[in-house]
């Protein structure tokens, strides 16, 4: 399976207009085949404190087993060789299995919703832009290596404008 660059977002909602229109967005791109979603967790704070959690992913079991494999992979292959390479792909595929929810329990889900205001939420999302596969492939088959990546926002380039007029 090849899987495409991953990207985390974290968007934070201090008052969510939960519409539906932020999800319907996501999943006419995933059915475009643009992105897949791997993972969305979502976390809503209601004004008394009360909170409630929901996961969406396009994955089935079995592609959940297959990326955590991946990814514990990797992380093994840096921390430990090809030795780890192979221990982190057992335990990523292992922990994909058992915890479907970014690895996070309900504990977790509790530390994030401290950091929500009452009537707030905030979204986790893992992307895979199955857009790019072709042309990471062909970069790669050029000799090409990512020397850097980012996206620009207009308050990045709004920041970037301030430090510049702080130079002059």
Do not use: C
């Not at 897949?36 to 087993?65: F, H, Q, W």
């Not at 192979?86 to 509790?110: F, K, P, Q, V």
């Not at 072709?134 to 380039?157: T, V």
């Amino acid at each position: 399976m090849a899987i495409g660059p991953l990207q985390l977002l974290v968007i934070g909602f201090a008052d969510p207009k939960l519409d539906g229109s932020l999800l319907g967005s996501l999943r006419d791109a995933s059915d475009a085949g643009f992105i897949r979603i791997v993972d969305m967790l979502g976390v809503y704070k209601d004004v008394d404190g009360n909170v409630l959690a929901a996961e969406v992913s396009d994955l089935t079991e079995d592609e959940v087993m297959e990326y955590g494999a991946w990814v514990g992979a990797l992380i093994g292959l840096g921390a430990g060789g090809a030795e780890g390479a192979e221990m982190g792909a057992l335990l990523g595929a292992m922990s994909a299995a058992d915890e479907y929810e970014y690895g996070i329990d309900a504990e977790g889900i509790r530390s994030i919703a401290d950091d929500i205001p009452a009537g707030g939420a905030a979204m986790l999302v893992v992307l895979e832009h199955r857009w790019a596969i072709p042309f990471r492939d062909a970069a790669r088959a050029s000799g090409g290596i990512l020397l850097a990546q980012d996206f620009l926002n207009p308050e990045a380039l709004i920041e970037f404008g301030a430090e510049i007029a702080l130079e002059d």
